[in-house]
């Protein structure tokens, strides 16, 4: 099992910059995050389902983006300090949400996919 911690959120100016991380932490923490192949990046904004905006398989590197946010938000991970991150750039209006660090076994890119969450960060594109 994996515990997850965001941090990082708050307002920004249109067009602006904001790096959202996810410390990763659990009793059974291997460097692979406890067997968790999947980690990523959900948002929801008020009143809409949760969307999966980014994700990264652990053991190979294979990232993948919603067509929403390619080339805008990269997502990386830092094996050695146990933390997950994604860097946002040129923000819009409809990026505005709350952002979940995620965990999936087989993948991470919806919902049903996801068997642990973050508490999530609040993102404002003013």
């Known amino acids: 099992q994996v515990r997850l911690v965001e941090s990082g959120g708050g307002s920004v100016q249109a067009g602006g910059s904001l790096t959202v991380s996810c410390a990763i932490s659990?009793?059974?923490?291997?460097?692979?995050?406890?067997?968790?192949?999947?980690m990523g990046w959900f948002r929801q904004a008020r009143g809409k389902a949760r969307e999966g905006v980014a994700a990264?398989?652990?053991?190979?590197?294979?990232?993948q983006y919603d067509d929403s946010v390619k080339g805008r938000f990269t997502i990386s991970q830092d094996n050695a300090k146990r933390t997950l991150y994604l860097q946002m750039n040129t923000l819009k209006p409809e990026d505005t949400g709350m952002y979940f660090c995620?965990?999936?076994?087989?993948?991470?890119?919806?919902?049903?996919?996801?068997?642990?969450w973050g508490q999530g960060a609040q993102v404002t594109e003013n």
């Open positions: 990264i398989y652990t053991q190979s590197g294979i990232v």
């Open positions: 659990g009793n059974d923490y291997t460097g692979n995050y406890g067997g968790t192949l999947c």
């Open positions: 995620a965990a999936g076994n087989s993948g991470c890119t919806v919902v049903p996919d996801i068997y642990a």
